[in-house]
Nanobody
Framework: EVQLQASGGGLVQPGGSLRLSCAAS????????IGWFRQAPGKERAGVSC????????YYADSVKGRFTISRDNAKNTVYLQMNNLKPEDTAVYYC???????????????????WGQGTLVTVSS
């Protein structure tokens, strides 16, 4: 059974940091691109950051460039999203998703991913 488990969310003050983890099981992790998406209340799910199966390609939404860093440890079947200098507008439920066939140019499109984790809530507030 394919599973993606997102964790690491919580309440943090503006300017603070969190590291999200996406732990995968049930499939050949090295073959899958992983994306992080977020959904704020009343808004559509949007791509935040993505990483190719090898880790050789990464993408960041303009709103998080320079603040977030995505990485993967294929030995641990885990992708990380280090989030620094968090802002209130980063508040959302964060989801990780995986797909074997998503191409680089479409990695930010939620419908391109077959497998999804359950989401972890990030709240940035003073």
């Amino acid at each position: 059974e394919v599973q993606l488990q997102a964790s690491g969310g919580g309440l943090v003050q503006p300017g603070g940091s969190l590291r999200l983890s996406c732990a995968a099981s049930g499939f050949t992790f090295d073959d899958y691109a992983i994306g992080w998406f977020r959904q704020a209340p009343g808004k559509e799910r949007a791509g935040v950051s993505c990483i190719s199966s090898s880790g050789g390609f990464t993408y960041y939404a303009d709103s998080v460039k320079g603040r977030f860093t995505i990485s993967r440890d294929n030995a641990k079947n885990t992708v990380y999203l280090q989030m620094n200098n968090l802002k209130p507008e980063d508040t959302a439920v964060y989801y990780c998703a995986g797909d074997r066939n998503v191409i680089v140019g479409r990695m930010t499109i939620p419908n391109e991913y077959d497998y999804w984790g359950q989401g972890t809530l990030v709240t940035v507030s003073s």
